[in-house]
C-alpha cells in the first residue's frame, strides 16, 4: 500500500484510476486537495526528482509534443523548466519502493519549504482581504479577468517582482543571515523579513498555474 496525501491505494490500478479523474479536464486539479496531491505524487518520479528543484504546482494540459495531442500533467519548478509527465510513469514510481526511499531524501527540504509557505500566509491573506475591499472590480493581474463574483479558491495571492518571487526571498534571506543551506531558516525570523520585502499581486487561478518562469523575473 503506498499513502499519497491522506490517500491510500493498494494497486497500481487503483492508483491510475485516481489520476485519469484528476487530468479529466483543466480544472479539477485547480482545487486545493487536488494540488496537494498532484505536487505529492508527481515528487515520487524519478524525472522529477532528479532536477532537484521544489515543485510549486501541477497543471493540466495538452500535451502538443506527442503525436495525438492529450491532456496529461505538466510540473511547475521553482528554478527549472516547465516539463511534462504521463500518468502511467507516475503511478508507476509512487508503487516503487526503491523511488520512494529517493523521495525520502529530499524531504526534509521540501517540509522546510512547506514551513516556511506556510508561515507567511497571514501575509498572502491579509493582502488578499484589502484586495477584495480595495478592488472594483477585482481584476487578474495577468489576463485582466474580473474576479469579483469568482469564487474566493479561485483567486490566488502571487509573488512578483525583480527577484522578489517566494524561491528568491528564501535565498536572499539565507545569504543574509549567512546560513548553509535553507534548513537552517527560522520561520519566525523569515516570515518578519517576507513581511518587510514581500511583492505580491493577485492572479486567477488558471493565470498563476500557467505562469512562465520568463514572467517571474
Known sequence: MVTI???????????LARLRLLIKNKTDI???????????IVQRYNKVYEIGKEVKRVYVDVNRATVFPELCM???FIGAATITV???NVARAAMSLKDAGTVSARRPIDTKLEELRTIVQPDIQAFKKRAYEIGSPLCC???????TDE?????HVDHCGVNTEFRHLVERFRNQENLTTILDIGAESFNTFH?????LQILCAPCNMKKKRSDQV
Open 86 to 88: 504521463a500518468i502511467r
Open 30 to 40: 485547480l482545487k486545493p486537495r487536488n494540488q496537494v496531491f498532484a505536487v505529492d
Open 74 to 76: 505538466h510540473v511547475v
Open 141 to 147: 493581474t495577468f489576463c485582466k479577468r474580473d474576479l
Open 195 to 199: 513581511s518587510t520585502v514581500a511583492q
Open 151 to 155: 469564487k474566493r479558491e479561485q483567486v
Open 5 to 15: 496525501a491522506d490517500e491510500h491505494f493498494d494497486t497500481q490500478k487503483q492508483l
